[in-house]
């Protein structure tokens, strides 16, 4: 509304010209950001001050204007999230100490350092004097004993200034890891604080970037100090979590590395340390979800591994272990949802249970509440697998106690922005289990919800990536249900989720993950249009999907991701598709110079089209001969059963027009819907028999609802999910 963009130019800091447009040069950047300053005394003061730095960058000369400082852009933060103020004010406390601590730390090594020098030179010297008071005594052999006390005496001297030294040496290393211990500490607490509250991604950033200078500037006044290097680690650690929000996947991923190489540098130098395992395996446990959501399932697997065999160790040892048995259910957790992903159901399972166990165990008996938020995420991970191997009853009630659970989280703390984004995501979950049994409106109703909780957190944290991405997902969850109810409902979710990911994907071109959502959703916009016959429209978001992924190969190189790969094979026959319908769908003749592969892809539109324009006749030959190809393909098959079950949707709002609206079937009329309802339910029985993962799709099939109202479509659905839980276990 016109006074919120009044208030966006009055309280909101400008968006950096460069996150736009990485093409701006930096001083024009910082030029335009002076004359945009929300506080006067940091703007121009004059129009003609303005035009004289343009006129010095114009000319290449050096400009007045000076970027904001860490400091400046940590208070604009504290503007921007008035809740934050107090953890703000922790942060101002903290880089004090970062710039003075370091500093006063740097200072007292260093006189630490020349006294322990001193007492080393003091040391020398006595032995020195030793031995020339020994020599002194062998050569005059006179008062040998007066001068061999004399020698053991200066010995005594030297060997206790080397005690000295070597005691000064070890207080001031240890008074330095001490230091920065309390100071990694410090960081630590204050990060975790602002993690879960919203708008503070650039405030995060801006205090980890500055501890590790703080860091970094007290090293290289130090001698090497494991501790210190340690805490630099997981410095390195923290920053990675926060490009992941602020959705900079490649930066995310040089972070981790860094970390990792620390560690294992660490590990080199002090084998079988417990806690550089730990820190290794969360290393390992980061670099495979990267590699998960860039779809690079070897690499996930690799890393997982990795992780899941140093706390398997640990535990071996040691039962009770809590870190050890968080991270080793996380573990669980993590290749739950790669092995759901890849079909292998049975395993999945495993791992979901291994987690959930220990999961509950960790929440009766912790009181922290990253305990009770690790179960609520087992439990959706748990209620997945069950779902896919269509135990609904199991994953119902996983899901219901997950939302109660995810509620009673919020409940405690309704401003932490992570429980809200897990209970979004947990409405999501029942959401979608409802619209698998067909219960579309009570599925629309939690996606309504889901999405309600999604936008709330994104119009607070605006710069989360992770947040814009939750409210994408939301938006075409809720279209996905709303293609069996309202077309045009639909059509405005998807619209909706595709604007939020392109722009996540222009400010993180390298994200597979990002050029993935985009493509997915374009996707689902142009099946939405070719279901209506909106060819064109259609051909339009093929086009699109094929723009993001050119994008994407142009900012990563050859594209390599299999799906994707195939995806894009498979864009430039369904654009010629769409091309072709658009002026000769019904025109055979048109298609003889057209590839073999396109033909086939017009023929199972063309017969869908007939059936939708109300030619069932025509409709019914044209599915009769799809399935009488030797062998038909699962895209044959899925054609025929969409346009057998297209026509008993329009058998009967036809003879409810004719009939005029409440009348029953007329015998001819009732005949003629049976005889479409057998045909559609025995296409798509070899469907099913001959693809069974295609089953898991079978709810998004939106030809396919005028048969779920029929028991003996039901019946036969029931009949071969049976068989294939049963084969699966």
Known sequence: EPHMGLLQVELDEPRAPRRLNDAVPVDLETICLKAMSKSPERRYQSAREFADDLRRWLGGEPIVARPAGSAERLRRGARRNPRGATLTAAVFGLLATLTVGSSVAAVWIGREQARTERQRIDAVRAGEAAKRSAEAAQLAQQNEAAQAQLARDAAES??????????????????????????????????????????????????????????????????????????????????????IDAGRTADAIAQFQRSKDLVERLLAADPGNAILERDLARAFGKLGDIAYHNLDDAAAEDNYRQAQTIYESHLASD??????????????????????????????????????????????????????????????????????????????????????????????????????????????????????????????????????????????????????????????????????????????????????????????????????????????????????????????????????????????????????????????????????AVRALHDLDAWRELPPAVQSSLERLRAIDLARTGRHADAAGAAEKLLMKQPPSPDDQAAAASVYATCVRAVARLAATANGGAAPLTSEQAAQRDGYSRAAIEAARLLFQTNPPVMHLEYKIVEFDPLRTIPAYASMLGELRHEATAGSK
């Open 158 to 243: 030297a060997r206790t200034a080397e005690e000295k030294a070597t005691s000064l040496a070890k207080s001031a290393s240890d008074g330095r890891s001490v230091a920065m211990d309390s100071l990694s500490a410090l960081v630590g607490k204050v990060y975790d604080r602002l993690g879960d509250t919203a708008g503070t991604v650039k405030l995060r950033e801006e205090l980890v970037q500055t501890a590790i200078d703080g860091l970094n500037r007290v090293s290289q006044n130090a001698e090497k100090d494991a501790s210190l290097d340690r805490n630099v680690m997981l410095t390195h650690q923290r920053l990675g979590l926060i490009y």
């Open 319 to 580: 039962p009770e272990n809590v870190p050890a048995r968080d991270g080793l259910s996380i573990t669980h957790n993590n290749f739950t949802r790669l092995l759901e992903r890849q079909g292998k159901l049975a395993a999945a399972r495993g791992h979901a249970e291994s987690s959930l166990a220990i999961a509950e165990e960790l929440a009766a008996s912790q009181s922290d509440g990253r305990f009770q938020r690790g179960l609520v995420v087992t439990l959706g991970r748990v209620g997945l697998v069950c779902e896919r191997q269509f135990d609904f009853d199991a994953a119902e009630r996983h899901y219901r106690r997950q939302v109660e659970l995810a509620e009673q989280l919020v409940a405690r703390d309704p401003a932490n922005s992570t429980w809200l984004a897990d209970l979004s995501i947990t409405l999501q979950n029942l959401s979608k289990l409802r619209e698998r049994q067909w219960e579309f409106r009570d599925a629309a109703e939690m996606s309504r919800k889901s999405l309600a909780l999604a936008e709330a957190h994104a119009n607070r944290d605006p710069e989360n990536a992770v947040a814009q991405r939750n409210l994408a997902v939301a938006y075409t969850s809720l279209g996905d249900v709303q293609v069996h109810l309202d077309a045009d409902e639909a059509r405005d979710s998807f619209r909706r989720a595709i604007e939020i990911v392109k722009e996540q994907a222009q400010r993180d071109p390298t994200s597979i993950q990002k050029a993935a959502d985009a493509i997915e959703f374009c996707s689902k916009l142009a099946s939405l249009e070719s279901r209506a016959g909106r060819y064109a429209e259609a051909a339009t978001w093929i086009r699109h999907g094929q723009e993001q992924l050119d994008r994407l190969t142009a900012a990563t190189g050859e594209l390599q991701v299999p799906s994707l790969v195939a995806w894009k094979a498979a864009s430039v026959e369904e654009l010629a598709m769409f091309e072709t």
